[in-house]
């Protein structure tokens, strides 16, 4: 493919360049061949109005009478002369070879006929004008004359042009090739990095200079390698933390299975115990399976048909679903939640956003604590706010805390079920839905996410 783009750029060079040449060297010579056939005809036109006034003062052609008038003229710059009389007879004739007398007749009849030809390194031009006196035609005169000077100037400008021509063409093609295999030479340059990077090494950089196309695109293919490298490190990651995941509540259901069928005889309560604790596994397991189903989902870019979604509602159920909790916790829920706070998107999805801010609010809550969530909207923005007055998020984690399997306090987070995919699903969902999350501080302690989402015009909403 390489040699095809050369062969068609230096295809394409040598087409512009043949077009120029051509021009250069046709119409220079044309437009000067064109300027000297004017001038002879003027130049000539004009000897021979001179000539047949001069022949017109004599009664009637006769070859002395002729001979006598070109004397007085003192003409000698034509290469010949050549009258006839009325009837067409020859009267006058300085040539050695017949004349041509078909321009001649012409002329008898009252028409001046001109010719100029370019040809055998010379111009050769002819006029025939009539000769009449007052009363009727009396013949007809032809001036013919032979120009090589300007014929040898045109020629020599035309042989320095076509030298010209060759030097030029023979540049061109010389810089056409260099320039393609300047150009290629980048391009293959950029093939064996987007080579080396597709079999796998996404840590390769092309090397990138100059400021032109190929260095943006240079640029550009950097870029994607580095969030093809990005993307590669936090698969790995993904793929490494989720199997961490699964494979502990498994390793202990195993474990506690292993227990109970190797033991002879175990008592009823720890039976119970035992199951209990195999439930508990078997339900984080089931909880971590959801939340990377759900994570999946968001990834693969799944559209919902949008629908306008009361988050009021969507909030209030989410209260009621936890309150046992909170209740477990000793947690107190309040809300401060407006009216008409509706958006376009997914319920469920909404769903997922305040039950993972709300749940996560009540687990790294302190006894007695508080869970505040408001809704609230103005012209183009609708607000939930989750507040706590909980553990809080040290500073240097903030960053990292919608991380997949990111946990602020690993310990304190699997002892409370937490699998540290909560935010990573409320942070994809909300900016699925056009909409942005952030955190800080909760004065004095704990912490404050709030997530904003534009409100919908009535059109959308369907009223």
């Not at 001038?39 to 021979?48: F, M, T, V, W």
């Not at 002369?81 to 321009?103: C, K, Q, Y």
């Not at 045109?154 to 030029?168: E, F, G, M, P």
Request: hydrophobic share 45%; aromatic share 6%; with cysteine.
């Amino acid at each position: 493919m390489t040699h095809s783009i050369r062969f068609k750029f230096i295809l394409f060079i040598l087409a512009i360049l043949l077009v120029l040449l051509l021009l250069l060297n046709t119409y220079p010579i044309t437009s000067s061949r064109d300027a000297v056939f004017q001038e002879k005809r003027s130049s000539l036109s004009g000897q021979a109005a001179v000539v047949s006034s001069a022949l017109g003062s004599l009664e009637r052609l006769t070859p002395d009478g002729v001979s006598d008038v070109f004397r007085f003229l003192e003409i000698s710059s034509f290469d010949r002369i050549v009258v006839i009389g009325e009837t067409g007879n020859v009267v006058f004739d300085d040539g050695h070879d017949a004349p041509e007398l078909d321009d001649l007749r012409t002329a008898l009849e009252g028409r001046s006929v001109f010719r100029s030809v370019f040809a055998n390194a010379s111009f050769s031009s002819s006029v025939s004008v009539p000769i009449g006196t007052q009363n009727a035609l009396i013949g007809a005169v032809a001036l013919y004359e032979s120009d090589t000077e300007r014929a040898g100037i045109i020629l020599s400008i035309q042989q320095r042009i076509v030298i010209l021509s060759l030097v030029i063409g023979i540049f061109a093609i010389l810089l056409a090739l260099l320039f393609s295999w300047l150009i290629l030479r980048r391009l293959y340059a950029l093939t064996r990095s987007m080579n080396i990077v597709a079999g796998g090494d996404y840590t390769h950089r092309h090397v990138v200079s100059g400021n032109d196309e190929l260095s943006e695109l240079g640029r550009e293919f950097n870029a994607l390698t580095e969030q093809l490298e990005l993307n590669e490190s936090q698969r790995r990651r993904f793929v490494s933390d989720a199997s961490h995941e699964l494979k502990t509540p498994l390793a202990s259901i195993r474990l506690l299975s292993d227990s109970i069928l190797q033991a002879e005889q175990m008592d009823a309560d720890t039976m119970r115990e035992f199951v209990a604790d195999i439930r508990t596994e078997a339900g984080r397991l089931q909880r971590t399976t959801e939340k990377l189903l759900d994570l999946s989902r968001l990834d693969d870019g799944v559209k919902v048909v949008p629908e306008p979604v009361d988050l009021k509602q969507v909030t209030l159920d989410a209260l009621s679903a936890l309150t046992p909790l909170a209740r477990d916790r000793n947690v107190r829920l309040d809300s401060a939640l407006d009216d008409g706070c509706v958006i376009m998107g997914s319920a469920d999805d909404m769903a997922h956003v305040i039950f993972n801010l709300a749940e996560n609010a009540i687990k790294y809550n302190v006894p007695d604590g508080t869970v505040m969530i408001r809704l609230s909207q103005d012209a183009d923005t609708v607000t939930l706010t989750v507040e706590d007055t909980g553990i809080g998020i040290p500073e240097e984690d903030r960053l990292n805390i919608f991380t997949r399997f990111y946990r602020v306090d690993k310990a304190r987070s699997r002892a409370s079920g937490g699998s540290g995919l909560g935010l990573s699903i409320v942070h994809d969902a909300v900016i699925a839905h056009g909409g942005s999350i952030r955190v800080g501080n909760n004065k004095p302690q704990g912490s404050v996410f709030i997530v904003s989402f534009p409100r919908p015009t009535l059109e959308e909403i369907g009223i």
